[in-house]
Structure formats: C-alpha cells, structure tokens
C-alpha cells in the first residue's frame, strides 16, 4: 500500500513446505518484505524515496526475523534468512498488528461478520449478506492458530512506550495494541504507529550449543554407518 493506493496483493500457496503456521507467517514476512523492497527501489529509479515498513499479526515470525540464525528451527531454508540482517540494520521496519484487526485477513480466513464488515470499509468496499448457490459449504468449525491464543500478562517497555506483553517460547515479548477499525494500519501518524504497533527487533546473538552439535554430529555418523 502507498497511502490509500493499492500498489501489489498477492494470495498463493506455499511455495516452501512449512511444518507450523508459524514458518508459514515468517515465509510470508519475506515475501512482502522482498515484495516492498523492490517497489521501493523502482520509486528510487524516478527520484522517489520512501521508508518501508512490513505488518505482521504473528508472534513466531517476528520472534524468527529477530534472531541470527535458525536457533531450533533447523528446517527452515536458509536463503530466506536475510530478512534478519535487513530487520538488524534497519533498512524496513518489521511491525506488529492484532490478528483482528489484520487487513490481509480479509478472505484469507473465516471472519465473524462484524469483523469482516470492519475490515471490508477500511478498502472503502460494501460488505453484502448472502451465499451464491453454486458456493461450496463453509466449515462448521475453525481452528485457532497458537500465536492467537496467547495470554497478555502485563505489560513491557520498547522505544519509550509500554506494550502488552506474551509470553512466547519462554520470552517476554511485545503485543500490539488495538488501534481501531477506522482507518489501515500504515495511515495512522508516526507517533501513534510507535504506541499501538510494536516493531522487530533484533536480538541478542545466542552462542550454539556445542552439545546440540555434537548431538548432530552422532547422529550424521550414526546415518553414514547405514549407508
């Protein structure tokens, strides 16, 4: 988006196998970010230069482009992993926004009316009632992505301003603030998208286990012995 102007939208199948919806959310951080690094590249091209900022509703992916690494996550590809260095230097902001009030949820998922109504306006669209009979049927029932479920429990400071914070893999990190259904995330101010919106940010570089290697070098012998 550029303001109130639609510049790319995209919905496709993974084109990475992803083992959690966590990988898959961080697997779509670095398509969007790729996607908005190279349209601002081409605004460079005709004099134009504008920051970059990518919007995420998961607590996995933000946790996954803060790190240096894969850390656990052994099976994730490494070409995807330059999103680190790029959160880590700054060149894009990497923010979070609530799960229900995410514009890229509208047909993405099932939605409560309200909520899908609230987010349709935000594209000045009209939401209308009413199945086409040709429409397959709608699950009775949804899923609950773990990211989601997460409890608030308390609150914890980033860049001057105090957050909800999670609990997530045994850290505390920062949840987004509810900031409205009246207008798109990217239009709110400067100062208003630092107190609802938490960014990315980079951590600490985690020494490797020299136990978790050795444990991978057992086990490679171990697979070379079978062969």
């Known amino acids: 988006m550029l303001g109130k102007h639609l ?3 995209w919905s496709s199948t993974q084109s990475s196998i992803s083992l959690s919806s966590g990988e898959a ?4 951080v670095v398509k969007a970010a790729g996607m908005g690094l190279g ?3 081409l605004l460079q091209d005709i004099g134009v230069t504008l920051p970059l900022r990518v919007w995420t509703d998961s607590t996995a992916s933000m946790g996954v482009c803060g790190r240096r690494g894969l850390g656990k996550l052994r099976h ?3 070409q ?4 680190q260095h790029r959160v880590r230097d700054g060149t894009f902001e990497l923010r979070k926004v609530l799960g229900s009030e995410n514009p890229a949820d509208v047909f993405t998922k099932h939605l409560d ?3 899908a109504e609230a987010l349709m306006r935000l594209f000045e669209c ?4 009413g199945r086409a009979a040709s429409a397959p049927n709608l699950r009775l029932s949804t899923g609950t992505r773990a990211e989601e479920s997460l409890l608030v429990a308390g609150t914890i400071a980033q860049d001057g301003h105090m957050y909800p914070m999670l609990e997530h893999e045994g850290r505390q990190v920062p949840e987004a603030r509810a900031g409205g259904m009246e207008m ?3 239009e709110h101010t400067r100062s208003e998208i630092g107190y609802l919106y938490p960014r990315a940010v980079a951590a600490d570089e985690e020494e490797e286990s020299e136990e978790d290697d050795d444990e991978l070098e057992i086990k490679g012998i171990e697979t070379g012995k079978k062969l």
């Open 39 to 41: 349209y601002r590249s």
């Open 113 to 115: 009316g309200h909520r």
């Open 126 to 129: 009209e939401y209308v009632g």
């Open 80 to 83: 995807h992993l330059w999103i």
């Open 7 to 9: 510049i790319k939208s």
């Open 25 to 28: 959310e961080f697997y779509g």
């Open 184 to 186: 798109l995330p990217h």
């Open 76 to 78: 994730i590809s490494t």
